[in-house]
């Protein structure tokens, strides 16, 4: 199930520490997944795409998120039966392709149709209300991910406490931070990016998404030198699975505790700001910060009737007193029904 592993001849990154593909769990929801996202702060234009696979049940699903400068949103999702032709040779599902190559670097591709919401927040409600889609339009991507730190895999990071309930959204999570440039169009709109900064990650393992109280997601870059990966899961009994890392001059540095200082929501789904303290393996305590933007909400469901909203967002964020930093603001809510 994995193919073969090859130092990255350009980069320098050994592919050995992150196999493609992983051979699937015994569970029916044993989940592989791929995510990437970045964003243009001169463009005010960002994406986030996710591939998901479910090998035991020949299944694959992605959505691609294009966020408009104007406060829109376009939206793809899909799902599609897998088979050895897109799954694990080249992860691809439904238009949407994340191409790993021999030196390290990716490559996003995507070409189909979009739906186009003026209110991101109305996709929840598009199913009985289809009026609210403005319009559909075609979009293309085409994007050179050049990898600037190292791959860092969070749960060699993680107490045993965090590993047992980080498992709930995985076995293992690898995350790595690169320049983006190639094209993005969508209907009459075109982007052009030059070493925009984004992130991608990688995860195989059971996904429980309504088994987990929250989880808080953020990728957030202050400059090529600066940037943050909180990650928390947060149970329904209080207890927290620390993951991520502070990344500086060159260095991935492990996130070991998360303090969440405040959250706030607006309708108890959709992010609106966030306080966080973090402590690193070195012993230095970081506060950050950060605003939300128009978030997209998608929901998740389980044979029990239960449902969590995963939200996507890029939001504004500052840490240790330094501002700019900028990046996705992602939250998971589990909608909880009383007895």
């Known amino acids: 199930m994995r ?30 997944s791929y995510y990437f996202a970045f964003y243009s702060k001169e463009q005010e234009f960002g994406a986030v795409t996710r591939l998901g696979f479910k090998p035991n049940k020949n299944e694959g699903m992605t959505f691609f998120l294009i966020f408009l400068p104007d406060g829109s949103v376009a939206v793809h999702q899909a799902t599609e039966k897998i088979g050895s032709s897109n799954y694990p040779k080249e992860p691809r ?48 991507m085409n994007l050179k991910f050049t ?20 498992k709930k959204a995985g076995d293992a999570h690898w995350e790595q931070i690169a320049k983006v440039k190639g094209d993005v169009a969508l209907g009459d709109h075109s982007f052009k990016l030059l070493n925009v900064l984004g992130q991608r990650d990688h995860t195989h393992g059971l996904r429980d998404w309504t088994g987990i109280g929250s989880w808080l997601y953020y990728v957030v870059w202050f400059s090529e030198k600066l940037a943050a990966n909180p990650a928390a899961i947060i149970s329904d009994d209080g207890k927290v699975s620390t993951g991520g890392f502070i990344f500086e001059n060159g260095r991935n540095i492990p996130i070991t505790k998360i303090k969440v200082l405040d959250q706030q929501f607006s309708g108890e789904i959709f992010p609106v700001s966030s306080k966080l303290e973090l402590l690193d393996v070195d012993g230095c305590t970081h506060i950050i910060s950060g605003k939300a933007g128009p978030a997209v909400p998608i929901p998740f469901s389980d044979e029990k009737g239960q449902t969590s909203i995963l939200t996507q967002s890029f939001g504004t964020f500052e840490m240790d007193g330094v501002s700019g930093g900028y ?5 998971l809510r589990a909608k909880r029904t009383s007895h």
């Open 3 to 32: 193919e073969g592993m090859k130092m990255g001849r350009n980069l320098g990154f050994n592919l050995d520490a992150e196999p493609l593909s992983h051979s699937p769990g015994s569970h029916v929801e044993w989940n592989e």
């Open 93 to 140: 599902v439904n238009g949407m392709v994340h191409c790993r190559n021999e030196d390290g670097s990716w490559n996003y591709r995507f070409s189909g149709n979009m739906m186009l919401l003026k209110n991101p927040h109305d996709l929840l409600r598009i199913r009985e209300q289809p009026t609210l889609i403005s319009s559909v339009q075609k979009a293309e």
């Open 327 to 331: 990046g996705t603001f992602e939250t």
């Open 147 to 166: 990898p600037i730190n190292s791959v860092y895999e969070y749960s060699s990071h993680m107490t045993a406490e965090s590993r047992e309930l980080g």
